[in-house]
């Protein structure tokens, strides 16, 4: 699976949209972007994938670049409850037997 | 969605003991993975573990000191063994239930002394 760059940290202010990038420049044609996010304390979760297109969810959406080099996650009005490690994975289509591997993800503080 | 369940939540433990932890799926799935997440550190992945096989182990980490049981299709356990304080980390079972979903357990809070 293709390597994710991701910054350390990021700060974001309550109510505002918070944007989360992604370096994933040896993305492979049949490899999704996947996006996990860890509170504190508890197992990672599920946000949103895709592959091409642009996708969005209840929790949030998800801007790829027409060369799939790159992505962002947005949370439109991020929350104090959204302070979260927030992981971007690169994995092969298909591979549900395969597990997630992780890298060291975003540390996200959400301030009041 | 998947419901997966751990116990302990956590556990205080003495080194050289050993702790079994186990992890619930209120649906049966195929595979099931065990991770280690180091304290301040990403998660890591220590084996893979089929049902009716043996587990497959990750580089670094050995059957001998995490033995693995898949008894059936909606459980497992993971065993910690002669502990050290290097192991105080929290444990996490996960499975995949749709094609491109994982899930993962509350985690299980080792501390080792």
């Known amino acids: 699976d293709a390597k994710t760059t991701q910054p350390t940290s990021m700060d974001c202010a309550e109510g505002r949209a918070a944007n989360l990038p992604c370096n994933h420049s040896t993305i492979s044609g049949n490899e999704y972007v996947y996006w996990y996010r860890q509170i504190h304390s508890q197992g990672p979760q599920y946000i949103i994938h895709g592959l091409k297109n642009n996708e969005t969810n209840e929790m949030a959406s998800l801007i790829i670049t027409e060369d799939r080099k790159s992505s962002t996650l947005i949370l439109p009005h991020a929350t104090l409850r959204d302070t979260a490690v927030y992981y971007c994975i690169v994995r092969v289509a298909n591979s549900g037997n395969t597990p997630l591997v992780f890298g060291k993800g975003t540390r996200l503080s959400v301030i009041a | 969605s998947a419901v997966i369940s751990q116990k302990p939540s956590r556990d205080i433990c003495q080194r050289g003991t050993s702790l079994t932890i186990q992890c619930q799926v209120d649906?049966?799935?195929?595979?099931m993975f065990w991770y280690r997440q180091q304290p301040g550190q990403s998660l890591t992945l220590i084996a893979t573990a089929n049902q009716g096989s043996e587990a497959t182990y990750e580089s670094g980490f050995v059957i001998d000191k995490f033995p693995i049981s898949r008894p059936n299709l909606t459980f497992s356990t993971l065993t910690v063994s002669n502990m050290s304080p290097e192991d105080s980390s929290i444990y996490l079972c996960?499975?995949?239930?749709?094609?491109?979903?994982?899930?993962f357990g509350p985690g299980t809070r080792l501390t080792v002394t």
């Open positions: 996960s499975v995949v239930k749709k094609p491109y979903e994982q899930y």
């Open positions: 649906s049966q799935v195929t595979m």
